[in-house]
């Protein structure tokens, strides 16, 4: 559909931009701001993405008459035809050519006077490099009926990062991406997920209400959680006690080669315990470097999380098409945390390294807490996974709300950005810089974003979009329930406690 | 160091400072003057009979009372038509153009209320290019383009009145043509003029036919008829007919040769309030005056009314065919009027205003037409004039 005529400006039109006045055709809103339009120019078919949209009517020019003239009560509308003169003028940037060999760059202006067209939804998925057969579909190009489905490979060969405020829809968007991904047809090509679910939210996937994927979806508690000591070394007991010196890795290297003869030879499986009392017997090793070495495992004792055997075993947890999700919400300490997803990333990792697992994508909800610019323990495999996995088709979806926070390093490895609404200033500098896609223009429009909409930069689509995620097939979580549902459950689950203790005395 | 140059540029200042502080002096002294003649004659408004006036047949004023309250129309339901013209001109070596343009603005008032606009031909019709091949001189040219400008309204005019109606027909201007006496008797100038009172015929007689009333709003009127009229036949007589205080005889003893100097509107801006009008006056009495337009030349009325209070009044001319030009005089106010006090400080028609809106043509225009015989005869013919050609 025609919207509208090329003008001439003092700018334009030139290779990289356009102006035109907009055709109202009757309707209302005849074109958006984000909207992408077509014209022909010698060149070829070029896209434009309308990056502003200016309403002007010269009956409304200047205020003093404006003013005077609806002095006496009347409006300007009732005096003259003043709806009569408005333009509507559309600021547009070329964002192409499409040609055969793909997209190229403008190098010749489009002529005044050119007519200005809606851009038709298949020159529109061609452009954008997405995958209409069998792509993820993410929801629909805000201001288009165009189903946006990323191409997987473009996607998931390298990592994506879901990056918005609190309340944006980070979680949510992430449901949509695995929805998509528990769906997919075994011919279409599928990859297992595995979901580090912080605050209990992703649970819901495996239960009724809406769409059932219980039968795709592993549902593992923090609490149930096990590293198996056997398959720990001295090198990987260090990745979660930073400060142990490498005489004392040494050491505890000897007692776990020691304990691992004794295994195999028929004596099964140790743990922790046996470790410690191993170290504790034994006489060669001088006496202040045993006493740290105990401190070191009593400390990690403590978070009872080491046993005899992994669970869930690793290597055999993630399946193509299913989702293994790891409900970390019973589990207060940060610590405690990132030891579990330092080895559980590693241990995927390394089965997938080994062809033991699929190809998986790893999503880390509150990402900024496993992988910070800072020190962490988890931060290490994660960092590998993020330089490495493109190689093994081992992806990382990072999910977080405070992306200042993220590693530079695993943030730069993301190569699919979907953006949510974020209003804080460092975080939207940080999105900024971490893609060149992103002008100050878009990031303009981020700090505006409403919730549920989401900016795709990066290699899924060939020109960073704006897309209305779609709803979820799957049933929401009690997150989204009000302050004060939370504050009547509350006193009225005290009051039962109360009343069941008065009974009992 | 003050150099030669300098000394001059001071001069030079100092020389036009005076001249500037001269002007004001002047403008303030002549408003003052006019501004106490114009006290008297609105203290005596109400009681000046100028009806007896000793004045010979047809009689200049055809009312009783120098100014007159206008009730603004209701615009319950009303059309009025506003019709204006923009042009382009360019002399080029060898040919001249005219680029003219001519819109209606139709506005359908109901209950108080613009409710519709219509445009006639269309909201921006196509300009029309007019090649003028005689060798004019330059007044010529630009009286030949001018009337070709009124040409084209008054011709859209007739059409608006046949195809659309409407109770009254505003033209932006004046309702006779301006170039009596004024042009020499040049083949073209003469033919365009002679085509312009056919059309102002033509327009005239459409009017009366439909029943619709056409009068023009003079923008920036430099009449002086009002005034000499005053002089001449009321002035005396006030003087004489009514009980002034000294100071005030002797004022208007004094008022002749600034009156004689001063034009209507600059007058009468201090006499009139807003919702006022003047007296109808007749257009011209001399024998010979509008004797082009025939019998239409003696049914042409003008008067001043001041529609806000800080702009000068407009002037108002009609055309009264059935001889009543006080009731036609009372119409034409009530509706301009009614639709040009809006704004405290402009009071023109707003229907006048979307008209001139419009019409109004821009260089640009001017300039593709020109770039395109340019580029149809080739760059080796010279057809601009030499002033548009500087090297530097």
Same mark, same amino acid.
């Given at each position: 559909?025609?919207?509208?005529?090329?003008?001439?400006?003092?700018?334009?039109?030139?290779?990289?931009?356009?102006?035109?006045?907009?055709?109202?055709?009757?309707?209302?809103?005849?074109?958006?701001?984000?909207?992408?339009?077509?014209?022909?120019?010698?060149?070829?078919?070029?896209?434009?993405?309308?990056?502003?949209?200016?309403?002007?009517?010269?009956?409304?020019?200047?205020?003093?008459?404006?003013?005077?003239?609806?002095?006496?009560?009347?409006?300007?509308?009732?005096?003259?035809?003043?709806?009569?003169?408005?333009?509507?003028?559309?600021?547009?940037?070329?964002?192409?050519?499409?040609?055969?060999?793909?997209?190229?760059?403008?190098?010749?202006?489009? $002529?005044?006077?050119?007519?200005?067209?809606?851009?038709?939804?298949?020159?529109?998925?061609?452009?954008?490099?997405?995958?209409?057969?069998?792509?993820?579909?993410?929801?629909? !190009?805000?201001?288009?009926?165009?189903?946006?489905?990323?191409?997987?490979?473009?996607?998931?060969?390298?990592?994506?990062?879901?990056?918005?405020?609190?309340?944006?829809?980070?979680?949510?968007?992430?449901?949509?991406?695995?929805?998509?991904?528990?769906?997919?047809? %075994?011919?279409?090509?599928?990859?297992?997920?595995?979901?580090?679910?912080?605050?209990?939210?992703?649970?819901?996937?495996?239960?009724? @209400?809406?769409?059932?994927?219980?039968?795709?979806?592993?549902?593992?508690?923090?609490?149930?959680?096990?590293?198996?000591?056997?398959?720990?070394?001295?090198?990987?007991?260090?990745?979660?006690?930073?400060?142990?010196?490498?005489?004392?890795?040494?050491?505890?290297?000897?007692?776990?080669?020691?304990?691992?003869?004794?295994?195999?030879?028929?004596?099964?499986?140790? @743990?922790?315990?046996?470790?410690?009392?191993?170290?504790?017997?034994?006489?060669?090793?001088?006496?202040?470097?045993?006493?740290?070495?105990?401190?070191? !495992?009593?400390?990690?004792?403590?978070?009872?999380?080491?046993?005899?055997?992994?669970?869930?075993?690793?290597? $055999?947890?993630?399946?193509?098409?299913?989702?293994?999700?790891?409900?970390? $919400?019973?589990?207060? $300490?940060?610590?405690?945390?990132?030891?579990?997803? /330092?080895?559980?990333?590693?241990?995927?990792?390394?089965?997938?390294?080994?062809?033991?697992?699929?190809?998986?994508?790893?999503?880390?909800?509150?990402?900024?807490?496993?992988?910070?610019?800072?020190?962490?323990?988890?931060? @290490?495999?994660?960092?590998?996974? /993020? %330089?490495?996995?493109?190689?093994?088709?081992?992806?990382?979806? !990072?999910?977080?709300? %405070?992306?200042?926070?993220?590693?530079?390093?695993? !943030?730069?490895?993301?190569?699919?950005?979907?953006?949510?609404?974020?209003?804080?200033?460092?975080?939207?500098?940080?999105?900024?810089?971490?893609?060149?896609?992103?002008?100050?223009?878009?990031?303009?429009?981020?700090?505006?974003?409403?919730?549920?909409?989401?900016?795709?930069?990066?290699?899924?689509?060939?020109?960073?979009?704006?897309?209305?995620?779609?709803?979820? %097939?799957?049933?929401?979580? /009690?997150?989204?329930?009000?302050?004060?549902?939370?504050?009547?459950?509350?006193?009225?689950?005290?009051?039962?406690?109360?009343?069941?203790?008065?009974?009992?005395? | 160091?003050?150099?030669?140059?300098?000394?001059?540029?001071?001069?030079?200042?100092?020389?036009?400072?005076?001249?500037?502080?001269?002007?004001?002096?002047?403008?303030?002294?002549?408003?003052?003057?006019?501004?106490?003649?114009?006290?008297?004659?609105?203290?005596?408004?109400?009681?000046?009979?100028?009806?007896?006036?000793?004045?010979?047949?047809?009689?200049?004023?055809?009312?009783?009372?120098?100014?007159?309250?206008?009730?603004?129309?209701?615009?319950?339901?009303?059309?009025?038509?506003?019709?204006?013209?923009?042009?382009?001109?360019?002399?080029?070596?060898?040919?001249?153009?005219?680029?003219?343009?001519?819109?209606?603005?139709?506005?359908?008032?109901?209950?108080?209320?613009?409710?519709?606009?219509?445009?006639?031909?269309?909201?921006?019709?196509? #300009?029309?290019?007019? #090649?003028?091949?005689?060798?004019?001189?330059?007044?010529?040219?630009?009286?030949?383009?001018?009337?070709?400008?009124?040409?084209?309204?008054?011709?859209?005019?007739?059409?608006?009145?046949?195809?659309?109606?409407?109770?009254?027909?505003?033209?932006?201007?004046?309702?006779?043509?301006?170039?009596?006496?004024?042009?020499?008797?040049?083949?073209?100038?003469?033919?365009?003029?002679?085509?312009?009172?056919?059309?102002?015929?033509?327009?005239?007689?459409?009017?009366?036919?439909?029943?619709?009333?056409? *009068?023009?709003?003079?923008?920036?009127?430099?009449?002086?008829?009002?005034?000499?009229?005053?002089?001449?036949?009321?002035?005396?007589?006030?003087?004489?007919?009514?009980?002034?205080?000294?100071?005030?005889?002797?004022?208007?003893?004094?008022?002749?040769?600034?009156?004689?100097?001063?034009?209507?509107?600059?007058?009468?801006?201090?006499?009139?309030?807003?919702?006022?009008?003047?007296?109808?006056?007749?257009?011209?009495?001399?024998?010979?005056?509008?004797?082009?337009?025939?019998?239409?030349?003696?049914?042409?009325?003008?008067?001043?009314?001041?529609?806000?209070?800080?702009?000068?009044?407009?002037?108002?001319?009609?055309?009264?065919?059935?001889?009543?030009?006080?009731?036609?005089?009372?119409?034409?106010?009530?509706?301009?009027?009614?639709?040009?006090?809006?704004?405290?400080?402009?009071?023109?028609?707003?229907?006048?205003?979307?008209?001139?809106?419009? *019409?109004?043509?821009?260089?640009?225009?001017?300039?593709?037409?020109?770039?395109?015989?340019?580029?149809?005869?080739?760059?080796?013919?010279?057809?601009?004039?030499?002033?548009?050609?500087?090297?530097?």
């Amino acid at each position: 559909m025609e919207v509208g005529t090329v003008i001439t400006t003092f700018e334009g039109p030139s290779p990289s931009g356009f102006s035109f006045v907009v055709t109202c055709n009757g309707r209302e809103i005849p074109v958006r701001r984000g909207q992408f339009v077509e014209l022909e120019t010698e060149e070829g078919k070029a896209i434009a993405s309308v990056v502003n949209v200016i309403k002007t009517n010269r009956y409304f020019m200047r205020a003093e008459s404006v003013k005077e003239y609806e002095r006496s009560g009347k409006t300007l509308t009732s005096i003259f035809p003043a709806d009569r003169w408005e333009y509507i003028i559309a600021d547009a940037r070329i964002v192409g050519i499409q040609t055969g060999g793909g997209l190229e760059r403008t190098t010749f202006p489009p $002529s005044p006077g050119q007519k200005v067209y809606e851009a038709e939804p298949e020159t529109l998925a061609r452009f954008l490099g997405l995958n209409p057969d069998g792509g993820v579909e993410l929801g629909k !190009l805000r201001h288009h009926e165009l189903p946006v489905k990323l191409d997987l490979t473009k996607l998931l060969r390298k990592h994506v990062a879901i990056l918005g405020m609190s309340g944006s829809g980070k979680s949510f968007g992430t449901h949509v991406v695995i929805e998509e991904l528990l769906e997919r047809a %075994r011919e279409k090509g599928r990859v297992g997920v595995v979901i580090v679910d912080v605050h209990g939210e992703y649970s819901s996937l495996a239960e009724g @209400g809406g769409a059932d994927y219980s039968d795709h979806v592993t549902v593992v508690r923090g609490r149930d959680l096990q590293i198996g000591v056997p398959n720990l070394s001295a090198h990987q007991f260090r990745e979660f006690l930073p400060d142990m010196s490498e005489v004392q890795a040494r050491e505890l290297q000897r007692v776990l080669d020691e304990l691992h003869r004794e295994m195999h030879s028929g004596k099964g499986p140790f @743990g922790l315990d046996e470790v410690i009392e191993r170290v504790e017997k034994n006489g060669e090793i001088h006496k202040q470097l045993q006493q740290a070495l105990l401190g070191w !495992l009593f400390g990690l004792k403590s978070l009872g999380i080491f046993e005899r055997a992994d669970n869930p075993n690793w290597a $055999s947890a993630v399946e193509p098409g299913e989702a293994l999700i790891v409900d970390l $919400s019973d589990i207060i $300490s940060l610590r405690k945390k990132q030891i579990l997803i /330092a080895y559980a990333a590693r241990r995927l990792f390394n089965a997938r390294k080994n062809l033991r697992a699929p190809p998986f994508v790893l999503c880390l909800e509150e990402a900024h807490q496993f992988c910070p610019e800072g020190t962490a323990i988890s931060k @290490g495999v994660i960092e590998t996974m /993020a %330089r490495e996995g493109r190689k093994f088709y081992a992806s990382l979806v !990072l999910i977080s709300q %405070r992306p200042v926070r993220l590693s530079t390093t695993v !943030l730069s490895q993301a190569n699919t950005n979907i953006i949510l609404r974020v209003t804080n200033p460092y975080d939207l500098e940080h999105i900024k810089q971490s893609s060149e896609c992103i002008t100050g223009d878009v990031a303009e429009m981020i700090s505006s974003l409403p919730v549920g909409e989401a900016l795709i930069v990066g290699e899924a689509v060939n020109h960073p979009i704006f897309v209305k995620i779609r709803k979820r %097939r799957s049933r929401e979580s /009690a997150h989204g329930m009000s302050l004060e549902e939370a504050a009547r459950e509350f006193e009225l689950r005290s009051s039962r406690a109360r009343e069941d203790a008065k009974a009992f005395m | 160091m003050i150099t030669v140059q300098d000394i001059v540029c001071q001069d030079g200042r100092v020389e036009l400072e005076n001249t500037l502080a001269e002007i004001v002096e002047h403008i303030r002294e002549q408003d003052a003057k006019r501004c106490r003649i114009a006290a008297i004659f609105k203290k005596l408004k109400n009681s000046i009979n100028i009806a007896n006036l000793a004045e010979q047949e047809p009689k200049a004023i055809v009312e009783d009372k120098l100014v007159f309250n206008v009730e603004p129309d209701a615009l319950l339901n009303v059309v009025v038509a506003g019709v204006d013209g923009g042009m382009l001109s360019e002399a080029l070596h060898g040919l001249d153009l005219i680029l003219t343009r001519a819109v209606a603005a139709i506005f359908h008032y109901r209950e108080g209320k613009l409710s519709i606009t219509d445009y006639y031909p269309t909201e921006i019709p196509e #300009p029309r290019l007019i #090649p003028v091949t005689e060798p004019l001189d330059a007044r010529e040219f630009e009286l030949v383009a001018n009337m070709q400008r009124q040409l084209a309204e008054l011709r859209l005019a007739t059409q608006v009145v046949n195809a659309c109606g409407a109770d009254v027909l505003l033209l932006d201007g004046s309702v006779v043509p301006q170039y009596v006496d004024r042009f020499p008797h040049s083949k073209k100038v003469a033919e365009t003029y002679r085509n312009l009172i056919v059309a102002f015929s033509d327009l005239y007689e459409a009017c009366a036919k439909s029943n619709i009333l056409i *009068a023009g709003a003079v923008k920036d009127s430099r009449g002086t008829r009002f005034l000499d009229i005053l002089r001449r036949k009321v002035l005396q007589a006030m003087i004489e007919e009514h009980d002034l205080l000294k100071g005030e005889t002797s004022t208007l003893l004094q008022s002749d040769d600034l009156l004689a100097n001063s034009r209507d509107t600059a007058f009468l801006d201090y006499m009139l309030e807003a919702g006022e009008r003047s007296c109808v006056f007749k257009y011209a009495d001399a024998p010979g005056a509008l004797a082009d337009l025939n019998k239409w030349g003696q049914k042409i009325y003008a008067f001043y009314i001041k529609a806000v209070p800080y702009d000068y009044p407009l002037r108002a001319e009609f055309v009264d065919p059935r001889g009543e030009p006080t009731k036609t005089a009372e119409r034409v106010a009530s509706i301009v009027y009614a639709i040009s006090q809006h704004h405290d400080a402009y009071g023109l028609p707003s229907v006048l205003i979307e008209a001139d809106a419009r *019409a109004r043509l821009v260089e640009e225009d001017l300039y593709i037409i020109h770039d395109s015989i340019i580029d149809r005869l080739g760059p080796s013919v010279l057809m601009d004039l030499r002033r548009n050609r500087r090297p530097f």
